[in-house]
């Protein structure tokens, strides 16, 4: 529903905290980012790297789908295989985290060879076409062609090229990560039509919200730019606070009350009959100021 008309901001939460925010701004949807997760745990943001990646990164998907009542798409980088089969599988895991979305990436992770030849690549995007199907759950498909992320020599040709035969495979929505210019998104905008396109966007690129709808884009996408808003922020303090021996960077934080309150309403509580509520911030004792209460 929500691609039918219009465009919509879906934010990439890296953590179940930050999607529970997220949420409360009333944002209509959210998906993951594998860049966000994995900076979250220590990682870089890397290709698929095999079962233990993919095992992890369902079980942050699984998280997130479960702390919102909100749609998920989920990041699922290549589909965790090079063969269609393997593909499937993967997707089929991915739905039963109770996704409403998910996206298939064409790269390979090869620098020698980093996009899949395009017979391989639609052949992928039907098979995770045909395992949604098979599961009898309504998710949306995503498709997406790296072209610009690799640093391919023509990237908004092969871009239409390819996100042109996933529609056709059965992708609901194309996407091409990289363009900024207002020429190539509408381009891209025209080429997938009347498919869905989404749009990308990890910097200020000087083109609002209002802005990028007008061009045609159904569906803004964040990666993992909240992620690193969040990263620079605690960057910035801790290396002014070891360089500088200085407390500014902690000038203008939220309350801790503030924060605290916002995730007291999701925490389940065992009543004396032994049933299951939510806290309710207002009975769990006003904060006398900022500090109060903060046991760090």
């Not at 009333?26 to 870089?44: D, E, H, K, M, N």
């Not at 079962?51 to 998907?61: E, G, K, M």
């Not at 996933?166 to 992708?171: C, I």
């Not at 080429?191 to 396109?197: D, E, G, M, Q």
Request: overall charge negative; aromatic content about 6%.
């Amino acid at each position: 529903m929500l691609h039918e008309r219009g465009c919509f901001v879906i934010p990439n939460p890296w953590d179940v905290g930050s999607a529970r925010y997220l949420q409360h701004l009333g944002f209509p949807a959210l998906a993951t980012t594998s860049a966000g997760f994995a900076f979250s745990q220590g990682l870089p943001d890397s290709s698929d790297g095999g079962v233990l990646a993919r095992d992890r990164n369902l079980a942050y998907i699984a998280a997130i789908t479960a702390a919102v009542d909100l749609p998920v798409s989920a990041d699922f980088m290549s589909g965790y295989g090079v063969e269609p089969e393997a593909v499937a599988g993967s997707v089929g895991r991915c739905v039963a985290t109770g996704v409403a979305g998910l996206s298939i990436e064409d790269a390979t992770g090869d620098p020698t060879a980093p996009l899949y030849e395009l017979p391989l690549a639609v052949e992928r995007v039907r098979a995770a076409r045909l395992a949604i199907d098979q599961s009898g759950h309504d998710v949306v498909l995503t498709a997406r062609a790296e072209c610009y992320h690799v640093g391919h020599p023509d990237p908004l040709r092969e871009s239409v090229r390819r996100l042109q035969a996933y529609a056709a495979a059965g992708a609901d929505v194309l996407f091409a990560p990289g363009p900024q210019n207002p020429t190539e998104i509408g381009a891209l905008v025209a080429a997938v039509a009347p498919k869905p396109l989404n749009l990308l966007v990890v910097r200020d690129v000087g083109l609002s919200v209002a802005e990028i709808a007008a061009l045609g884009v159904r569906r803004i996408s964040l990666g993992g730019a909240l992620a690193l808003a969040a990263w620079t922020g605690f960057m910035q303090a801790a290396e002014m606070l070891k360089s500088k021996g200085s407390f500014a960077g902690l000038a203008k934080l939220v309350p801790y009350a503030e924060l605290n309150g916002l995730f007291a309403i999701h925490v389940p509580v065992d009543d004396e009959c032994g049933r299951s509520e939510s806290l309710d911030p207002e009975n769990v004792g006003d904060i006398a100021d900022e500090g109060a209460g903060h046991r760090g």
